[in-house]
């Protein structure tokens, strides 16, 4: 969608639309156990999970977890959230190559 959204922001014409029903694909974070580094990674979800951390997402068009952030997005966890539907990964690894060649006929 960021890509959709930054293209029509420099005057291109497209568009994004969500889907009737799609999954919803997250970032997470977390600390690995015994990892080397456990304090810098601490800081580093520190630093992601505060408002600072937040805008550099929100300026990427990622929806924010902090309400004070404001994204370039127009989308709200509110908006997509009806649409949301669990990721059959099971699917998606039985149907990469199928779906990759079809969008490579398609768009390329």
Do not use: C
């Not at 497209?14 to 580094?37: C, E, H, Q, R």
């Not at 990427?60 to 989308?75: A, G, M």
Request: aromatic share 10%.
């Amino acid at each position: 969608d960021f890509m959709a959204y930054e293209q029509k922001a420099k005057g291109e014409s497209v568009d994004f639309v969500v889907p009737d029903k799609t999954p919803i694909l997250v970032n997470p974070a977390s600390l690995v156990k015994n990892g080397p580094n456990p304090k810098g990674g601490k800081k580093f979800i520190d630093f992601m999970l505060s408002k600072e951390g937040q805008q550099i997402l929100a300026n990427w068009y990622h929806i924010p977890l902090n309400p004070d952030v404001k994204s370039k997005t127009p989308l709200t966890l509110e908006k997509v959230k009806p649409h949301a539907v669990d990721l059959d990964i099971d699917w998606v690894n039985e149907n990469y190559d199928r779906i990759r060649n079809e969008w490579k006929e398609k768009f390329q």
